[in-house]
């Protein structure tokens, strides 16, 4: 019946004194190893703590050479049945607690749109009811997401002007079109302004001599246009093209505008204008074999129709602009029959709700 017993006992138990004290000795420094590999501190449930009890307590003194899941103060109180008092935590972590997460969210946010120092930041959240923040706290965030805690100086960049202006912003250019008439084919050019902030354009009407008096009372048109702005425009902006006279840009001056030239080979700076004269050519005038002034006037209008009244635009909210000029949404029930509408021969489409 020997098989019945645990191999460890067995060996235990036929050994002489000397065999069991070496082989208590491996057992021990065995254990020493395994404790080193282990956490500094292993908990022991109610259950496990009673079981080490009942076997150590039998060994009086000799538990302290032996005891190592615990210190012999504690193996000690256990069998006391005394518990040494839970540390008390401490209320918080040393040091100044961290900001809260919206306070530094914000300070992000406000540097981000307006490129303000530390200061002013600082000056703002306090306004906002934010009165224990610190100028260095402010400092240190700024820092972190990469942001110079001073202000910006000087005149800042290009498109932040377009930005600051943009309701009273006009940019012009010439758009031109080959035209055939019966001299036969000519350049016919149209002076186009557009309202950077709401996209509306004024064109001219065509011709095919743009010289400085025809150009000079296009510059009276406009004005006319302009002086029944909700916004009065105060800079309008062109290349530096040739048939933009002195005598053009003295006129709006004369209106109170000022007039800004961009210097020569920057495209990029009347970018808005560039881009409506290179959306009028592509979707419209490349699909036309033109005849005649009053035919290239016609289409032009037809397409200003469609771009105004019609045509969705994705800087405004893909939304057309004589919706986006509205003061409140439109409000127009999304019922009845979708209908498609077409302007030029069907080469201008866009959809509607037949009215009821």
Not at 153 to 174: M, N, P, V, Y
Not at 211 to 235: G, I, K, L, Y
Not at 287 to 305: K, S, T, W, Y
Request: include cysteine; glycine fraction near 6%.
């Amino acid at each position: 019946m020997s098989w019945i017993f645990h191999p460890l006992l067995y060996l235990l138990a036929s050994s002489t004194r000397q065999e069991l004290a070496r082989q208590v000795q491996y057992l021990k420094t065995e254990n020493q190893i395994l404790r080193s590999k282990l956490p500094k501190k292993i908990t022991v449930t109610d259950d496990e703590r009673r079981k080490l009890v009942k076997a150590g307590k039998k060994l009086g003194k000799a538990i302290k050479e032996l005891v190592a899941i615990v210190t012999p103060r504690t193996f000690a109180r256990w069998l006391s049945g005394t518990e040494e008092p839970a540390k008390k935590k401490p209320a918080r972590k040393p040091g100044r607690p961290r900001l809260p997460e919206e306070i530094r969210e914000l300070v992000v946010k406000i540097a981000k749109e307006t490129g303000w120092g530390y200061t002013r930041i600082l000056g703002e959240l306090r306004k906002l009811g934010y009165r224990k923040i610190s100028r260095q706290t402010v400092v240190n965030i700024l820092k972190e997401h990469g942001f110079d805690p001073g202000p910006k100086r000087g005149k800042g960049s290009w498109d932040e002007f377009l930005k600051i202006h943009a309701q009273t912003l006009w940019a012009c250019d010439f758009l031109s079109k080959k035209t055939w008439t019966l001299g036969g084919l000519v350049d016919m050019y149209l002076l186009v302004f557009i309202h950077v902030g709401s996209r509306r354009v004024w064109i001219s009407p065509a011709t095919v001599q743009p010289d400085s008096a025809w150009v000079a009372q296009q510059a009276r048109n406009v004005s006319t246009m302009f002086q029944e702005e909700e916004h009065p425009p105060t800079w309008v902006m062109h290349d530096a093209d040739t048939k933009f006279t002195k005598q053009f840009d003295a006129i709006l001056e004369s209106e109170g505008l000022k007039v800004k030239r961009h210097t020569p080979r920057s495209p990029n700076l009347n970018a808005y204008v560039e881009r409506l004269i290179q959306t009028i050519q592509q979707e419209c005038l490349d699909h036309f074999v033109v005849i005649g002034e009053q035919h290239l006037n016609h289409i032009v209008r037809e397409f200003m129709a469609h771009y105004h009244d019609e045509r969705p635009h994705q800087g405004l909210g893909n939304v057309p602009i004589i919706e986006a000029s509205a003061s409140a949404e439109s409000g127009r029930p999304a019922v009845g029959a979708i209908i498609r509408r077409d302007r030029l021969g069907g080469l201008l489409k866009h959809y509607e709700r037949r009215a009821a």
